[in-house]
C-alpha cells in the first residue's frame, strides 16, 4: 500500500497504479480519453493532467505511477487552464454537430466541453476536412472529421480482440483511422469500438439515426448466444418517452444491444452476436396456441395437453437449454418426475460463425446448457427409445426423429414444420421474463423483463404448473 | 518477387531473428528503390514475408511522405518551404520551379522526367535555400543554379 494526497485527501493505492486509477478508484474524477482500465495506456489526449507538487510542469496522470507522499491536485487553477486548453486542442477541427450526433448525450467530448469547453474556438483557420462515411465494415461507419485520434479502437484490436484490422495512418493534420482498403473490418468483436469511442466518431450502422439516447433506458439482461452468458444492457424507450404518435412498434423495440460490464463472466466486452441480440429475438414469433394445426385458445390447448400426458405410457421431455433455472426448477417440481428427461440444445453454430476463441466465444451456442445438465443430466434423445408422447420445449426443432409420438411443443419463434404439433403453446423469450443462466463455469448470471409478453403467449413455468396440477 | 524476395533474405539476415518489426522501414526502402512507388499491396507483401499485422506496414508507409503512394518522375524534386529557406526566398525558388517545369507541387512532368514535392526541413538552414534532387542536397538556390541543376540531369 501506498499512501498519497490527491485534493488533500490522503488516499491509498496499489504499487504499480497510476495516479488517475486511484483517483477513479477513490470516486475522484479525472476526465480522460485515451485511458481505458483494460487497454494499454497511451497518454495521448492529455486531457487528463494533474499538478505534482515539487514537479515544473503538470503531469498526464494515466501515465504516472503512484509513489509514497506524492501531493496531486485535480483541480486547482493551473490544471483547469491546461484542460482548457487541451479542450481547445482536441475541438480544433471538431465539427459542431452534437445536433445530429448519435453520440451526443454519452459523450465524454460533450461532457467535458460543458465542464472545460470556452464558447469559442480560438483559432482563425477554417476546420480541417476529412471523409465523414468512411466505411470501416458493413456494420460500423467512422466520421473522420469527429474522431479526435485517442487510438482506442486501435489497441482494442491489437491488445483485446488480436484481430490489428484498425491503425491510424498518415500524420500530423492528416492522421486518421483507417482500415485496410482491400479488407472490411471482419473482427467478430468489431462493435466494441463503437461504444469504446469516446466521441461519435465510430457509429453503429444499426443504431444510426434510431434514436436520441436520452429517450432510452438500458434493462440488464443476458446474452443468449452461447454458454458463456454475457452481461448485455438491453436499450428500450423510456417510459416516459412513449408517444402514441410514435405507434406501438416504436415505442415496444429494442433500440440496441450494448455491453454490460461483468467482471466474473465477460470484463467490458460482448462479442457482435450479443450487439445482434435483440434482431435473434426479433424474429417471427409464435403467438397463437394451436391443437393439431388448428387455431385454439390458451385453456383448450392446455387442457388437450394435459389429456395427452395422462394417457401416455411413456411420456420423454426435450429440455430447452434456453430455459432459465427457475423455469427448469418450476418443470422439475411439477413434470420432471413422471417422465423421461433428455437435454437438448436449440441451436449449433451456424455457417461462417465463430465457434470458439480464447477471448469469449464458446462452442456450444446454447445460455443454459450448464443448468440443464446440472438438474437433469445430459441424456441425449435418442429416435428408437420407444416413447409414446414427447413433450419438446424450445427453439428450432424437428418433429421428424419424434416418429408417431404425440408432440407437445412449447416454443417461442416460427419456424416451418412438415407436419403440425399435437398441442403447439407459444412460450416468452428472455426479454419477457426474469431469471438466471448458469455459464458454463457455472458462474449464475441473472436477467431482467424488458417487456411484457404478448397476449397469448405464456411463460412456461405457468404451463407447467397447470400441466401439473 | 521472387528477386525481391532473394534480396529481403539478405537484409533479414543481417538482423537478430526476433526483431522482425525493425526490418519494416528498411524493407520499404528496399521495396521503393525497386518499384518507385508502393501501395497498400506492397505493405501486405512485408506484413506477410515478416509475419507481422500489415495494418502496421501501412501506418509507416503512410507516416513517411519519402515513401511515395504515387508515381514519381525520373527525378524528384524536394524543395524545402519551412522557416528559414522561406525566409531565404524559397517561395520564389518553388515558383520558379513551377513554371520552368509547368507544374504544380505535387505534379510530375508529361514527359516523366521530374516530380516536384515541397517538404519540411532538410536541416539545411545554415544555407537555405535548398532542395533535395533525388538523394543529392543542392543549397544556395537561386535561379541560374536552378537552371544549371536542371540542365545537368538528363
Redesign the interface.
Known sequence: MIELKIDNRTVEANEGETVLQAALRHGIEIPHFCYHPCLSIAGNCRICLVKVTGRPKLMPSCNLAVTPGMEIETDSDDVIAARQAVMQFITLNHPGECGICDKAGECRLQDYHVRYGEPESISLEPKNKKPKFYDISPRILLDSERCILCSRCVRFT?EVSGS????????GNHSRL??????PMDDPYSDNIIGLCPVGALLSRDFLYQSRVWYLEPIRSVCTGCSRCCSVKVWRRNRHWHLRSLGEEMNRKVYRVTPQENREINGPWICNKGFDLHKFMGRKRLLQPMIGGSVATVDEALSEAKKLLAAAKSPAALVSAHASNEELAAFKETLGSRMTVYSREDYKAEEGEVVEDNILIRENKNPNSHGVHAMFGDLPWSVDSGHDLVLVWGDNVDYTPMGNAKVIHLASFEMPQERHADVLIPISTTFERSGSFTNFEGKVNRFTKVFDKPGLVQQAGDVFGRLGA | MSCLTDKFDRLRATYPPEMNSSLVLPLLHLMLREKGHLTESDAIFIADYLGVPAMQVKEALTWYTMLHRKPVGKHVIKVCRNIACSLMGAERIIDYLKQKLGIEAGETTPDGRFTLLLVECLASCGTAPAMQVSDTYHENLDEARIDHILKELS
Open positions: 491489437k490489428h484490422q484498425l491503425g491510424i495512418v498518415e500524420r483507417e482500415r485496410l482498403e482491400s479488407q
